[in-house]
C-alpha cells in the first residue's frame, strides 16, 4: 500500500466539496477531438463514465470502497463515478499489469475485491453500533482492542495509543458552535484544514506528532461526530483506514447494522459444522450479545473466537458430526447454492435443512449473494457443485449513499478464507474432499441465540 500521507487533507476537502472539480463527475461536454457530436451532458456509451453510470449504484459504491481500501482512491464513496474514480481503477489496472482501460474485466473485479478483502481483515474493519452515541462507525478492531466509555461517547485506542478514535454526541447545541469548540479543543490542536458546509463540517490537521481528523454531523439541534487520531509512522496503514472510516461514518441511521433483527431476544440462525470436534462456524452478527447458544438436539454451546465477520462455536461431547470440507477458491463466483434452516415461522415450528440457488458476485459487503435468503439463513453454507463450503450467509440491510438511506435487506458473502483463517488461528484443520450436497446438508445446523 502506498505512502498517501497528503491523502486525507485532500480526501477531507472531497468530503465536504464534492462538486469541486478534483472529485467531479466526468465531463458533460463533448471532448475536442471527438468527431462524433452527441447532446451535452451525455458522454458518451463506450465511455469508461457511462458504462459505470450503467451499472447499479450499489456496485459503483462497492468498486470505490474497494479502490479506498487499496489506496487508489481517497474520495467519496457514493456511487459518483467520475474522472477520479476512473483514474484510480487505470491506476489498479496498471500496478497489476493490465490493459490501462479505466473499466474492469470480471477478473480484475475480483482481484480488486479480494485485495479489498485482505486489507479489512489484517485491520481487523468492523461497521458497529456505537451504543454511547446512536451512531454507526466503522473500526479497526485489531489496530484498536482497547476500549472504554467517555463522557460524550466510546474511546478505541491501540496499546500505546498510536492509533485513537473517539466517538461524540453534543446534544443541545448548533453546528457552528460545535465546529468553533472543535477548531480549539484540545489547546495543541493545529487545524490546517476545516470547512462547514449543509450539516456537517471537517477539520484535519495534527495534534501533538500525530494526524488527526474530525468529521461531525447536525440534526435535531444535536452534534454526533468522530475523531481519528494516528501517529505519522502509522500514515500508511492509516490513511486508508480513515478515508474508509469517513466514509463508513453514519451519524443518524435508521436502523441497526444488523438490520434491526439482533434486538430479538430469541434470534434463529443457521451453522456449519467444521471440525469432527464439533466446532460450528456461522454469521458473528447473528449471535452477538447471546446470553447463551444452543444447537437444538444437541445442548448449549460456547462462543470459542471471532474473526472477519466469522464466530466460530464449540460443541462438546459431539461424536456424531461430518464436518463440511472447504472449497479452495479464494473468490468464488456464478451459481452456488445455500444449504440452512429457515426461521421456525417460515417452516411451521419444524428445523429441516433446505437449500436454494443464488448467485454470487461482487457487491457492497464483499461479495453479493441474489436473491437474498429469509430470516434463519445467516450463517447458512454457500456451496459450489461439489457440496463444498465456499462461504458463509450474512444478511446485511440494504445500504445506499447518503445519511439514514436504509432500505430492503441484502445479504453478502463470507468467504471461505475467512473461515479457514480463524479456523488455522485456533490450530483446527479443516476439512477437505467432496461431501455431495446431502452431506453438505447433515453438516448445517440450526443456531439459537437467547439474549437477555
Excluded at 478492531?141 to 463522557?151: A, D, E, N, Y
Excluded at 445500504?399 to 436504509?406: H, M, R, T
Aim: some cysteine; charged content about 20%.
Amino acid at each position: 500500500m502506498r505512502n498517501r500521507g497528503a491523502a486525507l487533507v485532500l480526501f477531507l476537502g472531497c468530503v465536504a466539496l464534492a462538486a469541486d472539480a478534483l472529485f467531479a463527475p466526468a465531463p458533460t461536454r463533448p471532448q475536442a477531438q471527438r468527431r462524433t457530436a452527441r447532446p451535452p451532458g451525455k458522454p458518451s456509451a463506450g465511455t469508461p463514465p457511462a458504462v459505470y453510470a450503467a451499472m447499479p449504484e450499489a456496485e459503483r459504491i462497492a468498486i470505490q470502497l474497494d479502490l479506498i481500501w487499496i489506496g487508489e482512491y481517497n474520495g467519496m464513496a457514493n456511487g459518483d463515478f467520475g474522472e477520479a474514480s476512473v483514474a484510480a481503477v487505470k491506476s489498479f489496472q496498471k500496478n497489476n499489469a493490465g490493459k490501462e482501460t479505466g473499466l474492469l474485466n470480471p477478473d480484475e473485479r475480483l482481484r480488486l475485491a479480494e485485495a479489498a478483502r485482505v486489507r479489512r481483515q489484517r485491520v481487523g474493519w468492523q461497521i458497529m453500533d456505537d451504543r454511547a452515541t446512536g451512531a454507526q462507525i466503522g473500526l479497526p478492531i485489531k489496530l484498536v482492542s482497547q476500549q472504554r466509555p467517555t463522557g460524550a461517547g466510546t474511546h478505541w485506542q491501540s496499546g500505546h495509543g498510536e492509533v485513537q478514535i473517539d466517538t461524540f454526541r453534543v446534544p443541545s447545541v448548533t453546528l457552528a458552535q460545535a465546529f468553533e469548540l472543535q477548531k480549539k479543543q484540545p489547546p495543541h490542536r493545529k487545524v490546517e484544514y476545516s470547512v462547514m458546509k449543509g450539516d456537517f463540517f471537517v477539520l484535519s490537521g495534527m495534534q501533538g506528532l500525530k494526524k488527526f481528523y474530525v468529521r461531525a454531523h447536525e440534526k435535531d439541534h444535536e452534534v454526533r461526530g468522530v475523531t481519528v487520531l494516528y501517529d505519522q509512522a502509522m500514515e500508511g496503514i492509516m490513511d486508508p483506514v480513515a478515508v474508509a472510516a469517513s466514509n463508513a461514518f453514519e451519524p443518524f441511521p435508521t436502523s441497526l447494522v444488523g438490520g434491526g433483527a439482533l434486538k430479538r431476544k430469541v434470534e434463529y440462525a443457521s451453522g456449519v459444522v467444521v471440525s469432527p470436534a464439533g466446532d460450528i462456524a456461522t454469521d458473528a452478527r447473528a449471535v452477538t450479545e447471546c446470553e447463551y447458544i444452543l444447537v437444538p438436539g444437541r445442548g448449549r454451546v460456547d462462543r470459542l473466537a471471532e474473526q472477519e465477520g466469522v464466530a466460530l462455536l464449540r460443541l462438546y461431547g459431539a461424536r456424531d458430526l461430518a464436518p463440511l470440507p472447504l472449497a479452495s477458491e479464494a473468490a468464488p463466483r456464478g451459481a452456488v447454492t445455500l444449504a440452512g434452516v429457515a426461521d421456525p415461522q417460515a417452516q411451521g415450528g419444524q428445523g429441516a435443512v433446505s437449500t436454494m440457488r443464488a448467485e454470487v458476485t461482487p457487491g457492497t459487503d464483499g461479495v453479493a449473494i441474489a436473491p437474498a435468503p429469509g430470516q434463519g439463513f445467516a450463517g447458512a453454507a454457500a456451496l459450489d457443485a461439489d457440496g463444498r463450503l465456499v462461504g458463509l450467509v450474512a444478511p446485511r440491510p440494504q445500504v445506499v449513499a447518503g445519511p439514514g438511506a436504509a432500505g430492503a435487506g441484502t445479504a453478502a458473502l463470507i468467504p471461505g478464507g475467512a473461515i479457514k483463517a480463524l479456523l488455522a488461528k485456533q490450530g483446527i484443520a479443516p476439512a477437505s474432499g467432496r461431501a455431495g450436497l446431502d452431506g453438505a446438508k447433515a453438516a448445517v445446523v440450526r443456531v439459537i441465540c437467547v439474549r437477555e
